[in-house]
Structure formats: C-alpha cells, structure tokens
C-alpha cells in the first residue's frame, strides 16, 4: 500500500512539473514570433510663430498594446532643401507609449520632422511637416531632391529577424518583414548592408522575396567580432527606408 501511494505521489508530481515546464516556455515563443508592426504616431502642430517652443510627440504601439520599452526613439529635424544639415534630438519617455522632445525655430520657412524609432527588432520612421512664421506649409516642394510627403505620411515597419545563435563561417537564416500602412509590402529591394565598426569595407547582400511583405537571404559572416547590420528598403521612387541592428558573432 505504501509503494502504491509512493508511485502515485510521484507521479502527480511529474505531471504538474512537465505541466509547469510547457507552459513556461511557450509563452516565450509566443512573443518572439509576435509579427504585429510597432505603429509610431506623430504628433506636431502644423504652423508655429519663429522663436516658439514646439513640443514634438509620438505615441508608440504594437496592436493594441502601448509600447514603453523602445529601444531608441530620436527626432531628426531639417529646414526643407538642408537635409544635410539636420539635427538630432533624443525623445524622452513618458508613460502609455508616448515618447516627447522640444523645439524652437529660430527662422521663417517649411521644417520636417522625422520620428525614428527602434523597437522590438522593428524600425519605423514618419514625418511630419512644419509651418515657421510666414512661411506656408500648403503650396510648397522640397529644394535640393527631398521627397515632399505632406503633413503625416503613412509607415513602413521593418522587423529584422537575426538566428538565434551566429557562429562565424556558418551559414544561417536572415528574414525581414516589412509593411507599410499595415499591408505586407510586396516588389520591394532589400539588401542588407553588413560592416564592423571602424571598417571601411561594407558588404552589401541582396534579399529575396518570399511570402507576401517576407524576404529571406542566407549569409555566412567571415570571423568574429560585432558587426552592424543594416536593411535597406526600397520600393521606386516612394520608399527608401533603413534600420539598423548591432550583432554579436561568435
């Protein structure tokens, strides 16, 4: 009788430990295979006085959940024709996903403002436009090439998915989804751009389309070290978008 109870006793207990086990670890997975874009609205006023403050605000999510741990969210700011010249202000956080910086314009004329945002292996980056003292934001184009995309332009989201473990001289998987205004982004150009720092030598890879908005390349890095990957995005002459993600090869 007490071998029965003994045998019993330790069989409940490995059913709720293999129970406990299975539900710790699929929740993980769940996570990570989360595809739903990071969404960056971007909030500024259309026209403003020169010499007045401004308060540059974008709220962050993902689905319908309030996204308070990106990794990077800075505004870059350009008087339109000057992109060459642009300033960056690093955003901070606030709470419900929203992220704020501050600025004055100190001259007359048509600013953008881009949000770039880094966040759960996604980058998105919208514009916005700006109005300073007599200029007019409605009837005017960009000098010097800058695209002119109105006051807020729709997003492109890019998720970057690295292999879990990257060994040099090892071939491995690379994928990247990409949307723009929630639909995957079909007959786009990837390519990733892969480089360490302090190298002038830059390799450029050329993704291939998969399932609709997907894209996938295998690559091999040559040695160890840190290297950064870039994916650059580009669908004609309307989208030419890039993040950015630092890895660790072993």
């Given at each position: ?30 996570k ?75 001259e ?16 998105t ?54 949307e ?27 993704m ?20 950064n990957?870039?994916?650059?995005v ?17």
């Open positions: 009788m007490k071998k029965t109870l003994i045998f019993l006793t330790w069989g409940i207990l490995a059913l709720f430990i293999s129970a406990c086990g299975n539900s710790s670890g699929d929740e993980p997975a769940e990570d295979n989360n595809m739903e874009p990071i969404e960056a609205k971007l909030d500024v006023p259309e026209k403003i006085g020169k010499g007045e403050a401004v308060a540059l605000s974008t709220k962050v999510t993902q689905g319908d959940e309030n996204v308070d741990d990106a990794d990077e969210v800075k505004y870059e700011i350009w008087k339109n024709g000057h992109k060459d010249e642009s300033e960056m202000i690093e955003a901070e956080k606030k709470k419900d996903g929203v992220y704020t910086a501050e600025k004055s314009f100190d007359d004329g048509i600013y953008t403002v881009q949000v770039h945002v880094t966040a759960r292996d996604m980058h980056m919208p514009k916005a436009e700006i109005a300073v003292g007599n200029a007019e934001a409605e009837a005017h184009g960009e000098e010097g090439g800058d695209d002119h995309h109105g006051h807020h332009e729709s997003t492109v989201s890019i998720h970057l998915k690295k292999p879990d473990t990257i060994k040099a001289e090892e071939k491995a998987e690379w994928k990247v989804h990409v723009n205004e929630g639909e995957p982004l079909k007959g786009a150009e990837l390519r990733l751009e892969i480089y360490k720092e302090g190298q002038e030598k830059h390799e450029w890879v050329d291939k389309a998969g399932e609709p908005g997907e894209y996938g390349v295998t690559y091999a890095f040559p040695e160890k070290g840190s290297y990957v870039q994916v650059h580009t669908k004609g002459e309307e989208i030419h978008e890039h993040t950015m993600q630092t890895v660790e090869v072993q």
